[in-house]
């Protein structure tokens, strides 16, 4: 009965979507094909699997102690397995370099290698998942405040050796899945209190970076990512907007939006279309900020929603990557995963709902009223029902059906790992 319910509300959504020269099943197939990069590091709160592994650092922290997070690599990959299936679709995970099979034996940074993720590589083609990938700068004795900005050249050299050497695991993972491994390259280096060498700290980084990216490989592709602040780093960081943006311009790389990393008020969205006039794609780390770059669990609020329909509207759905950066310790974790996932479905769902070339036209032919008008109509349509409609597709629960499913395996398996 309720399946027969879903459909017929499908039914007269088609016939409504229809009206505006919107065609829902060609929106269905499009957003089938739409994937996800489901970060690893929800189901353990960043931590990772090296040996004696301490405290996180490097300006950002988990916060929460909700029982139950992932103590090593089968649990891990057992929460991952269970929140794919709750959500439509089919879509890739996104792996720290700390998240290796170390198996007990001490491998520093600069000595890792793709033996670390063979069975990583095995399990993904296992369960039809693509991976892609990041190295891991922070949270280690030599971390610190500066990496690869570092003025002391034996610090900055195990980094940019560490670095490079991700490069290469990424692109082993990608020949291995014949599909190119995204590679994130990310680093906290910045300053607690005044700082007056930011043109050193940035002319270091420019050189770290020209020889990370120096090699070109086939099956990787390499993105860079800024940020505002880190905590302890409030004053200065030496990969900011600015810098990441200027880089990745001149030298033709990919460029991360990490939707906590910028000013309160500033809209991520409005930067898309800037962007790609000078970068070749961009990748998204969907989160949400409170107050600050506090990693909260996705929801579909406005910023949100802004960013991917400026993402439709520019016809730029295949020049944008979509991964999501967030560790919520506070609530459980599986949930937190299928909620942050179904809600960026949902804003790319209502993106492509748009009649999108109706209210272009309107705004060239100066029909303000007629745009304006046909935009808040959009918000009261019943894209809701289109989104059932692809749950039950996909054999997923529907609505808040997938509520009980992970109360019951929490029941079952989370609760029960001390």
Same mark, same amino acid.
């Given at each position: 009965?309720?399946?027969?319910?879903?459909?017929?509300?499908?039914?007269?959504?088609?016939?409504?979507?229809?009206?505006?020269?919107?065609?829902?099943?060609?929106?269905?197939?499009?957003?089938?094909?739409?994937?996800?990069?489901?970060?690893?590091?929800?189901?353990?709160?960043?931590?990772?699997?090296?040996?004696?592994?301490?405290?996180?650092?490097?300006?950002?922290?988990?916060?929460?102690?909700?029982?139950?997070?992932?103590?090593?690599?089968?649990?891990?990959?057992?929460?991952?397995?269970?929140?794919?299936?709750?959500?439509?679709?089919?879509?890739?995970?996104?792996?720290?370099?700390?998240?290796?099979?170390?198996?007990?034996?001490?491998?520093?940074?600069?000595?890792?290698?793709?033996?670390?993720?063979?069975?990583? =590589?095995?399990? #993904?083609?296992?369960? /039809?998942?693509? *991976?892609?990938?990041?190295?891991?700068? $922070?949270?280690?004795?030599? &971390?610190?405040?500066?990496?690869?900005?570092?003025?002391?050249?034996?610090?900055?050299?195990?980094?940019?050796?560490?670095?490079?050497?991700?490069?290469?695991?990424?692109?082993?993972?990608?020949?291995?899945?014949?599909?190119?491994?995204?590679?994130?390259?990310?680093?906290?280096?910045?300053?607690?209190?005044?700082?007056?060498?930011?043109?050193?700290?940035?002319?270091?980084?420019?050189?770290?970076?020209?020889?990370?990216?120096?090699?070109?490989?086939?099956?990787?592709?390499?993105?860079?990512?800024?940020?505002?602040?880190?905590?302890?780093?409030?004053?200065?960081?030496?990969?900011?907007?600015?810098?990441? =943006?200027?880089? #990745?311009?001149?030298? /033709?790389?990919? *460029?991360?939006?990490?939707?906590?990393? $910028?000013?309160?008020?500033? &809209?991520?969205?409005?930067?898309?279309?800037?962007?790609?006039?000078?970068?070749?794609?961009?990748?998204?780390?969907?989160?949400?900020?409170?107050?600050?770059?506090?990693?909260?669990?996705?929801?579909?609020?406005?910023?949100?929603?802004?960013?991917?329909?400026?993402?439709?509207?520019?016809?730029?759905?295949?020049?944008?990557?979509?991964?999501?950066?967030?560790?919520?310790?506070?609530?459980?974790?599986?949930?937190?995963?299928?909620?942050?996932?179904?809600?960026?479905?949902?804003?790319?769902?209502?993106?492509?709902?748009?009649?999108?070339?109706?209210?272009?036209?309107?705004?060239?032919?100066?029909?303000?009223?007629?745009?304006?008008?046909?935009?808040?109509?959009?918000?009261?349509?019943?894209?809701?029902?289109?989104?059932?409609?692809?749950?039950?597709?996909?054999?997923?629960?529907?609505?808040?059906?997938?509520?009980?499913?992970?109360?019951?395996?929490?029941?079952?398996?989370?609760?029960?790992?001390?």
């Amino acid at each position: 009965m309720k399946d027969q319910m879903i459909h017929a509300a499908y039914a007269i959504a088609k016939e409504r979507y229809a009206e505006w020269g919107v065609d829902t099943e060609k929106v269905l197939d499009t957003l089938q094909k739409f994937q996800l990069s489901m970060h690893c590091w929800q189901a353990d709160d960043v931590c990772g699997f090296e040996p004696k592994a301490g405290a996180m650092s490097g300006g950002i922290q988990s916060t929460g102690n909700y029982p139950g997070k992932a103590r090593n690599i089968d649990e891990l990959r057992a929460d991952i397995l269970k929140a794919k299936s709750l959500i439509p679709g089919n879509h890739r995970l996104n792996l720290h370099e700390i998240y290796g099979e170390f198996n007990g034996k001490a491998v520093d940074r600069d000595q890792c290698d793709i033996s670390l993720f063979s069975g990583w =590589i095995d399990w #993904a083609k296992e369960h /039809n998942t693509k *991976l892609d990938f990041n190295s891991t700068n $922070f949270s280690h004795p030599k &971390s610190g405040s500066l990496t690869i900005s570092n003025p002391d050249k034996d610090i900055r050299d195990f980094w940019i050796e560490h670095m490079k050497r991700c490069r290469a695991i990424a692109n082993a993972i990608g020949e291995a899945q014949q599909d190119p491994c995204i590679i994130n390259l990310w680093i906290h280096d910045g300053s607690k209190d005044l700082t007056v060498n930011r043109l050193l700290y940035r002319t270091l980084l420019k050189e770290s970076l020209d020889d990370i990216l120096r090699e070109k490989y086939p099956w990787e592709k390499p993105c860079l990512e800024s940020k505002v602040f880190g905590i302890g780093l409030e004053t200065m960081t030496v990969g900011s907007n600015d810098f990441y =943006i200027a880089y #990745a311009s001149r030298n /033709n790389v990919m *460029l991360t939006l990490d939707t906590g990393h $910028f000013h309160p008020t500033e &809209s991520v969205a409005d930067k898309v279309s800037s962007l790609l006039l000078f970068v070749p794609e961009l990748m998204l780390h969907v989160s949400r900020p409170v107050r600050w770059d506090s990693d909260h669990v996705t929801i579909m609020d406005d910023p949100t929603l802004e960013l991917f329909q400026e993402i439709v509207r520019a016809d730029a759905t295949d020049r944008v990557h979509y991964g999501l950066d967030y560790f919520d310790g506070s609530i459980n974790r599986i949930g937190a995963y299928v909620i942050g996932s179904r809600a960026a479905q949902r804003c790319m769902l209502r993106a492509l709902l748009e009649p999108a070339n109706t209210i272009r036209t309107d705004e060239l032919n100066d029909h303000g009223f007629q745009k304006l008008a046909r935009l808040e109509e959009e918000k009261s349509m019943p894209w809701q029902a289109v989104y059932d409609e692809f749950c039950l597709r996909n054999n997923v629960p529907v609505g808040s059906d997938f509520i009980a499913e992970i109360e019951q395996y929490e029941r079952d398996v989370t609760s029960k790992r001390g």
